[in-house]
Every structure is written in C-alpha cells, then in structure tokens.
C-alpha cells in the first residue's frame, strides 16, 4: 500500500463519460489498497471558455485589479472538475472529497496568473486519507497571503500534482494525458519515434525547455527539487486494465541514474521552430558590450537562449543571440533605437526563419565524440549550423528551419533511436 497520486488533464476530465471512468480508474487503485490523491484539471476547453469570456466584457490588461478576477475566474474551471470527479467517485461507491487550493491549504505568492507555490499543509488531507477517503485537490490554483485565489499559468496543473505529491511524500505522481509516454522525439515528424521507458529528471528537463511539451517545465523543475518520481502514462487506456501492467506502463522520471536507465548514450531529440536569430555587427570589442546589449534586451522582458561573440578583428565584433519568435521584431527595433546608436554598432540584421535542433542524453558526460557525431550527420546532408551552444548533457545547433525534419530524422536514425536500447 502506498500514497499515490493521479493528476488528470483536461482531456481525461472532457466530458462527464471521461469522468466516470476517471473514477473507476482512481477507485480501482483505491479498492487495491492504495491511499489516492486526484489532482484533475478543467474540463478541456474550460478555461479557454472563461477566459473569453472576460476579455468579452473588458479587453486585457496586465494591471493586479484585473489579473485578480481572471484568476478567481479560471480557478472555477478546476472547482467545477474536481466536484464532478467527487461526485463520480462516490457513485461508484467510493468516499470522495474535493477540495480548492483554498480549503487546504496550498500557499502561493500573489503573482496572479503565475503565481509559485509556497507552501501545502498537508494536514486536512492526511486526516481524510486516513479516513479511508479518495482526497481530491483542484489543480492550477492556490491562495495568496491576503486570501486572494491565484492560478499557477496555463498548463499549471501539472505543477499542483507534483507539489502536492511531494508535501505528502507520495510514492510516486502518475500523469495521465492523452500522450502515452515520452518519445525519443516527435512521432509527427519520425513515425519511428519509440516511447522510453525511463528517462532521467535531467534529460526531461533539458527536453522540456527545448520544446518538448509533454509536461509543463516548471512541474519538471519542481520534482527535480523534491525528488518526485513521476509518470507520464496513457489516460485512454481502459479503466480495467491490470492495475500492475498500468503502474508500469508509460515513462518513468527516474531519479536513479542506474541499472533502470536504459543504456542509449542519446535519449531523444527536441526541436523548437520558434526561435528566431538576431546579430549586432561591428560592434567594439570593449568590456560592458555583452552587457549593453543584453542588458537592453532583458530588460524589455524578451528571453534570450543561444549566444555567439565571435573574435574581434580591428577592436571589432559581432554579436548574435536567439530570441523566442514571437519577441523578435521588439528586440530588433530595440536595439536599432538604442543600442546601435549607443555603441556606434554597424548594423543589427536577424533572421526569424531559424530553428533550434538539440540532442540530450546524459550519456554525453562519459562519451567524447557525441556532438562531432551530430555535426558530421548534418554535414553529410548538406544543413549549414549557424550556432552552437552545448552543456553537460545536451547539444543544440541553430539551422535553416526548412531543414528542421530533415535534422530530426538524420539525428534519429544516426543515434539509433528507432532501435530499441536494451
Ligand atoms: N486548466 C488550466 C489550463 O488550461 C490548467 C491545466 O490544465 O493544467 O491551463
Ligand atoms: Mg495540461
């Protein structure tokens, strides 16, 4: 017997058929003897569906007044759930109990629209649990100090399921989705694309930030910290199944670098088409540029990932970074109205038809060779790397974005991801 929980997304929670067999699902692990805590999401489309409706009546604004309503408001998106699975559960004759960030209670501070939880007392759940009762907690939201409801940011329930899962020190945090598990990489784009069976908290990490959106990077982050082992598992299966075949099933986030983990050097490829490139020419190499430059950048809130100054020639550089897409035009028209003048730079020029393409495996640690292997297979298909940018346990190269599938499945097959590791 052990405490687990179950976090459903919005899919698994989309209409009331969903719900049913959500609770026949948590109710045969409760019936095998297990203490359940459910963290649901809203019914798919929910929050959406609130959301517009606020914007109907006044257009969006960043200010708290506002930010405070949008937050009550989508918070009932994950109320209304969580009752309904209640609701479900004890039909199915299971005692069942819900309860809002609120009731307790889940501390966060009062960045509405993505707050941090600070805290979860875990006393009235412990009681209920004890109690013999299924104990279901709304996901994405909490309270601040003044006894404001917060939400956590799109997507936020993942992280209420892992915090939740680690103040109360469960077994392990099962994420049913509509994905059955993470990929080596995207099966859209390489169809022979296998499902891992364990990956370590690192490598999902890295995937996570790099593009991969199975689970939202700060849940990532948060059962990194508390040494959660998490799940990531199919919520289409039937409710029925062989409860030992389930626990088994889907990707395992393992802490142990061990035995368990499969053996490959390279664990998957993650790609992002949402970069762009931006370069500042000409600029004088003198201490401070860095700074002036992405200092300006910073503060104007844009994001920068990959950086490149190449070396001076006549007490000259050039300067080039990549930025989210979306934040491409606002960074060049910044730095063309500030820093261009200011530095006496030549000339700010950016491409936004770039592509960020990384390989992750904590194997790179104890393997030499594995990113000159990567540069070889791009080479030999003719993709011309713009910029690179390595840590311990990943490689990244910026290319051409119309050469993105092209890397991906070269990668994949050069590394063998479609062959099975063990
Ligand atoms: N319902 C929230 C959203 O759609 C939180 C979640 O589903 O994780 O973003
Ligand atoms: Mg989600």
């Known amino acids: 017997m052990a405490l687990i929980v179950h976090k459903y997304g919005g899919t ?26 459910v963290v649901p999401s809203a019914m798919s489309g929910e929050t959406n569906r609130l959301l517009a409706l606020a914007k109907e009546l006044a257009p969006a604004r960043p200010d708290d007044a506002y930010s405070r309503e949008l937050d009550a408001l989508a918070a009932t998106g994950e109320q209304a759930s969580s009752a309904l699975l209640a609701i479900a559960l004890q039909a199915e004759g299971m005692p069942a109990v819900s309860y809002a960030g609120w ?7 009062n960045a509405y629209t993505k707050a ?25 939201q909490g309270v601040d100090d003044g006894g404001n409801v917060t939400t956590l940011g799109r997507g936020g329930s993942d992280t209420s399921a892992v915090a939740i899962a680690a103040a109360l020190k469960a077994h392990e945090c099962l994420i049913y989705t509509d994905v059955d598990g993470v990929y080596t990489t995207d099966p859209r784009v390489v169809p022979e694309a296998r499902r891992l069976h364990t990956v370590s908290f690192e490598e999902m990490l890295e995937m996570a930030s790099l593009g991969s959106k199975v689970l939202q990077i700060r849940s990532v982050e948060f059962a990194g910290k508390y040494r959660v082992p998490l799940r990531v598992l199919s919520s289409f299966t039937d409710w029925d199944i062989d409860i030992n075949e389930e626990a088994s099933s889907g990707t395992l986030i393992s802490f142990e670098e061990d035995e368990h983990m499969e053996k490959a050097i390279i664990s998957g490829i993650a790609f992002s088409r949402d970069e762009a490139k931006i370069s500042v020419l000409g600029v004088p190499d003198t201490p401070g540029i860095a700074y002036q430059i992405l ?23 050039d300067f080039s970074f990549t930025v989210n897409r979306n934040d491409y035009a606002k960074a060049v028209d910044l730095l063309k109205a500030r820093v261009l003048p200011a530095l006496g730079a030549q000339e700010v020029t950016g491409d936004a038809r770039i592509c960020k393409v990384s390989i992750v495996g904590i194997g790179m640690r104890s393997h030499v060779g594995i990113a000159s292997k990567m540069f070889r297979v791009l080479s030999e298909e003719g993709i011309n790397i713009q910029m690179i940018s390595t840590s311990e346990i990943k490689t990244s190269v910026v290319i051409d974005e119309k050469y993105m599938e092209l890397a991906v499945r070269a990668l994949h097959k050069a590394f063998d991801l479609d062959q099975p590791a063990d």
């Not at 009731?103 to 501070?109: D, E, F, L, P, R």
Request: hydrophobic share 40%; aromatic share 2%; charged share 30%.
């Open 12 to 37: 698994s929670m989309g209409s009331t058929e969903r719900i049913r067999n959500v609770a026949k699902r948590v109710a045969k692990w409760a019936r095998a003897g297990h203490q359940m805590v």
């Open 103 to 109: 009731q307790v209670t889940i501390k966060t501070n």
């Open 116 to 140: 941090r939880i600070e805290s979860i007392d875990d006393e009235r759940v412990r009681a209920d649990l004890d109690a013999g009762k299924v104990v279901i907690i709304t996901g994405f």
């Open 295 to 317: 200092g300006t950048v910073a503060d104007a809130n844009i994001e920068v990932d990959v950086i490149i100054q190449n070396i001076s020639r006549d007490g000259k550089t």
